[in-house]
């Protein structure tokens, strides 16, 4: 990979949590041989490349929502983790690789623990004492390896009692715990022909979330020769549109002058300059926009979108058709945009993003009905994200109206819990033991509990089991509590107000750099290098995800004169040294920083420190002592960085370098 390869997969994975090492399962497409100056469709054969199935690995550490081991707890216990397979996947083969230790205080002949793919049983495996640490590896049958959502399902049965005398369900020796750094599912296939895919209604599947390491597309423009060129609107509004349908998964771009041999590929040029690139290209109307989806000859692994029209103003109308619009209903592999009516462009939305002063079903945020069994329930979390720049007042309250029920013959010392980011915030009494039934059952939390950017509801239910006599009586099936989907949670209004610099804020939510529609950021490209294209589509592609909407950029070749948020992208000895005013930085030499003491650190400034080995990452958030010196070439082995600051000419606006 290239320095510059690094440098932004690297920034991606400090700022955005994004992986750092390229998944094995996915050809790595930004070391390919240099591109063919034209593609040419004559006689193309799409047939499958030969290449040899490909295997990845993912460790379960990696699949787990949250991090830390699975602990299986209790008697009887459960955990659950999904698995995603792409739809344009066909998979071989896939291995479920389990490293796990349990108590030693279990009974072998009665402990076990099972395994579920699709609540099909998978295999079961005792659980030993004197063995207390073990290793499995399960093959998972081909035909259950379809394209999807597919949960694996842990399960213990777990015992120290031979039953001559009663066993305390909840007994603390009672666990088995599963090592999810070392445990991991693989999967051996190959990317399907996309000839089966190649009609707009299948974007959505092209353009899959469920892709392992996120989608790699190349962007192919004609070289944009100034500032105000449209065909950097064309590529930013390309690169968020595909974001946008890729929903939480990462759009890694790369730009050209000229299509690649494989690898998905968006083309947005009008019809002379697309006819000087792909030979033989279908014909398009006189008037108007048209966007075409093919297979990629060289490569019919991958697709070719094709953007396009006889003027600017048609290649326009055929981005923004692209990156505003739905195309589910369209059978065809081509729209001619002169022969529709589209309705009003509006921005793809992202569902987990709410409004203020609004009141939204639990079902907005992708939440359905769930039922939390038995001791070890698991509980609900539900995930959605606030705008960046709240400020509620102290009075505000957001208003829960749960729908829920729970099952007789539990003991009335049962409850349930609600947390707001992990901050207790009230206890529902499960105490009839005839069980419940409640509608709009009313929960009030304070405004302030909620934070800028991503919020985390978790609701769980500890159902203790009803005792007779000496023994206490476990059923599973009977105890049940369940969170109905037409919930609702009331937003209140609140005021807006944003402490800055934040990190954490923009990797979070984009701000500010979508947060004035008057005066939108401008993208400062160094020296004009369109080589940088490809970084800056990939963060635009980023704040799109993280923001839910399209956002319109400006860009600049040379620092920008106007009142606006600046998102600088160069090696550092190629931006402006203006631009180094007012950072949180003293300078030595040409390229060479020095990070001041916290007693000196009076302008204020965020520095994230981003190793281009890939071994790790970690964010500063405050100047270091001693100071540490970060260089700015960026040769093998050193490191980039990242800041945010106050821009020095233009008071309230943010530079992001």
């Given at each position: 990979?290239?320095?510059?390869?690094?440098?932004?997969?690297?920034?991606l994975?400090?700022?955005?949590?994004?992986?750092?090492?390229?998944?094995?399962?996915?050809?790595?497409?930004?070391?390919?041989?240099?591109?063919?100056?034209?593609?040419?469709?004559?006689?193309?054969?799409?047939?499958?490349?030969?290449?040899?199935?490909?295997?990845?690995t993912?460790?379960?550490?990696?699949i787990?929502?949250?991090?830390?081991?699975?602990?299986?707890?209790?008697?009887?216990?459960?955990?659950?983790?999904?698995?995603?397979?792409?739809?344009?996947?066909?998979?071989?083969?896939?291995?479920?690789?389990?490293?796990?230790?349990?108590?030693i205080?279990?009974?072998?002949?009665?402990?076990?623990?099972?395994?579920?793919?699709?609540?099909?049983?998978?295999?079961?495996?005792?659980?030993?004492p004197?063995?207390?640490?073990?290793?499995?590896?399960?093959?998972?049958?081909?035909?259950?390896?379809?394209?999807?959502?597919?949960?694996?399902?842990?399960?213990?049965?777990?015992?120290?009692?031979?039953?001559?005398?009663?066993?305390?369900?909840?007994?603390?020796?009672?666990?088995?715990?599963?090592?999810?750094?070392?445990?991991?599912?693989?999967?051996?296939?190959?990317?399907?022909?996309?000839?089966?895919?190649?009609?707009?209604?299948?974007?959505?599947?092209?353009?899959?979330?469920?892709?392992?390491?996120?989608?790699?597309?190349?962007?192919?423009?004609?070289?944009?020769s100034?500032?105000?060129?449209?065909?950097?609107?064309?590529?930013?509004?390309?690169?968020?549109?595909?974001?946008?349908?890729?929903?939480?998964?990462?759009?890694?771009?790369?730009?050209?002058?000229?299509?690649?041999?494989?690898?998905?590929?968006?083309?947005?040029?009008?019809?002379?300059?697309t006819?000087?690139?792909?030979k033989?290209?279908?014909?398009?109307?006189?008037?108007?926009g048209?966007?075409?989806?093919?297979?990629?000859?060289?490569?019919?692994?991958?697709?070719?979108?094709?953007?396009?029209?006889?003027?600017?103003?048609?290649?326009?109308?055929?981005?923004?058709?692209?990156?505003?619009?739905?195309?589910?209903?369209?059978p065809?592999?081509?729209?001619?945009?002169?022969?529709?009516?589209?309705?009003?462009?509006?921005?793809?939305?992202?569902?987990?993003?709410?409004?203020?002063?609004?009141?939204?079903?639990?079902?907005?945020?992708?939440?359905?009905?769930?039922?939390?069994?038995?001791?070890?329930?698991?509980?609900?979390?539900?995930?959605?994200?606030?705008?960046?720049?709240?400020?509620?007042s102290?009075?505000?309250?957001?208003?829960?109206?749960?729908?829920?029920?729970?099952?007789?013959?539990?003991?009335?010392?049962?409850?349930?819990?609600?947390?707001?980011?992990?901050?207790?915030?009230?206890?529902?009494?499960?105490?009839?033991?005839?069980?419940?039934?409640?509608?709009?059952?009313?929960?009030?939390?304070?405004?302030?509990?909620?934070?800028?950017?991503?919020?985390?509801?978790?609701?769980?239910?500890?159902?203790?089991?009803?005792?007779?006599?000496?023994c206490?009586?476990m059923?599973?099936?009977?105890?049940?509590f369940?969170?109905?989907?037409?919930?609702r949670i009331?937003?209140?209004?609140?005021a807006?107000?944003?402490?800055?610099?934040?990190?954490?804020?923009?990797?979070?939510t984009?701000?500010?750099?979508?947060?004035?529609?008057?005066?939108?950021?401008?993208v400062?490209?160094?020296?004009?290098?369109?080589?940088?294209?490809?970084?800056?589509?990939?963060?635009?592609?980023?704040?799109?995800?993280?923001?839910?909407?399209?956002?319109?950029?400006g860009?600049?070749?040379?620092?920008?004169?106007?009142a606006?948020?600046v998102?600088?992208?160069?090696?550092?000895?190629?931006?402006?040294?203006?631009?180094?005013?007012g950072?949180?930085?003293?300078?030595?030499?040409?390229?060479?920083?020095?990070?001041?003491?916290?007693?000196?650190?009076?302008?204020?400034?965020?520095?994230?420190?981003?190793?281009?080995?890939?071994?790790?990452?970690?964010?500063?958030?405050?100047?270091?002592?001693?100071?540490?010196?970060?260089?700015?070439?960026?040769?093998?082995?050193?490191?980039?960085?990242?800041?945010?600051?106050?821009?020095?000419?233009?008071?309230?606006?943010?530079?992001?370098?």
């Amino acid at each position: 990979m290239t320095n510059r390869t690094i440098l932004t997969r690297a920034l991606l994975a400090t700022v955005f949590g994004l992986s750092l090492m390229p998944s094995p399962g996915r050809a790595e497409r930004l070391t390919l041989p240099p591109a063919p100056q034209v593609l040419d469709l004559t006689g193309a054969s799409l047939t499958l490349a030969k290449d040899a199935p490909v295997r990845t690995t993912l460790p379960l550490a990696n699949i787990k929502p949250t991090p830390g081991p699975i602990r299986l707890v209790h008697s009887k216990a459960r955990n659950t983790i999904t698995v995603s397979i792409s739809d344009r996947f066909i998979a071989k083969d896939a291995l479920l690789d389990i490293v796990f230790t349990n108590s030693i205080a279990l009974l072998d002949d009665r402990s076990q623990m099972r395994f579920y793919w699709d609540d099909r049983l998978l295999a079961q495996v005792p659980l030993h004492p004197k063995q207390p640490e073990g290793r499995v590896t399960l093959r998972i049958p081909k035909e259950w390896l379809t394209g999807g959502y597919h949960p694996i399902r842990f399960e213990a049965s777990q015992h120290y009692e031979k039953g001559q005398e009663c066993e305390n369900p909840m007994a603390s020796e009672l666990w088995t715990e599963i090592d999810t750094l070392h445990s991991s599912f693989s999967i051996l296939g190959d990317m399907k022909p996309v000839a089966s895919m190649s009609r707009l209604s299948d974007l959505d599947v092209l353009l899959d979330p469920k892709l392992p390491d996120g989608e790699n597309i190349h962007f192919v423009a004609t070289r944009p020769s100034q500032v105000g060129d449209p065909r950097l609107t064309w590529l930013s509004l390309a690169a968020q549109g595909a974001a946008l349908r890729l929903k939480y998964n990462s759009l890694l771009a790369t730009y050209g002058e000229s299509p690649l041999p494989t690898g998905d590929q968006i083309v947005a040029a009008t019809w002379q300059e697309t006819s000087s690139l792909i030979k033989n290209m279908p014909s398009i109307p006189v008037k108007g926009g048209a966007i075409v989806l093919m297979p990629l000859p060289s490569d019919p692994r991958y697709f070719l979108l094709v953007l396009t029209g006889q003027t600017d103003d048609d290649v326009s109308q055929a981005v923004a058709a692209f990156a505003h619009s739905d195309f589910s209903t369209v059978p065809a592999s081509r729209i001619d945009l002169s022969t529709v009516s589209l309705p009003p462009l509006k921005g793809l939305t992202v569902a987990d993003h709410v409004k203020l002063g609004q009141t939204y079903a639990l079902s907005h945020f992708g939440y359905v009905t769930k039922a939390l069994r038995g001791l070890e329930a698991g509980d609900i979390q539900i995930r959605f994200k606030m705008p960046p720049d709240i400020y509620p007042s102290e009075d505000r309250q957001v208003a829960f109206h749960l729908n829920f029920g729970y099952s007789a013959g539990i003991r009335n010392d049962s409850a349930s819990s609600l947390f707001i980011n992990g901050n207790f915030q009230q206890a529902i009494s499960l105490n009839s033991s005839g069980g419940g039934n409640f509608r709009d059952y009313l929960i009030s939390v304070p405004m302030s509990s909620f934070l800028p950017g991503t919020n985390t509801i978790l609701i769980d239910a500890k159902m203790v089991p009803a005792v007779s006599g000496r023994c206490e009586v476990m059923d599973d099936e009977k105890m049940l509590f369940t969170l109905l989907d037409d919930s609702r949670i009331t937003f209140s209004d609140a005021a807006h107000f944003a402490a800055m610099p934040s990190l954490r804020l923009m990797g979070d939510t984009a701000f500010p750099f979508v947060r004035d529609a008057s005066h939108p950021p401008v993208v400062y490209l160094a020296q004009g290098d369109p080589a940088l294209l490809g970084s800056a589509l990939t963060l635009l592609a980023k704040f799109a995800q993280k923001a839910g909407e399209i956002v319109d950029y400006g860009f600049a070749f040379d620092p920008p004169s106007q009142a606006c948020d600046v998102l600088a992208i160069g090696a550092a000895d190629k931006i402006d040294p203006k631009f180094y005013q007012g950072g949180p930085w003293q300078q030595t030499g040409e390229s060479h920083f020095w990070l001041p003491k916290s007693s000196d650190y009076a302008k204020g400034g965020e520095v994230g420190w981003i190793p281009a080995d890939l071994t790790g990452e970690r964010i500063i958030s405050h100047p270091a002592t001693p100071p540490v010196k970060i260089k700015g070439v960026y040769a093998p082995g050193e490191s980039g960085f990242l800041v945010e600051y106050e821009r020095p000419d233009s008071s309230g606006n943010t530079v992001l370098l």
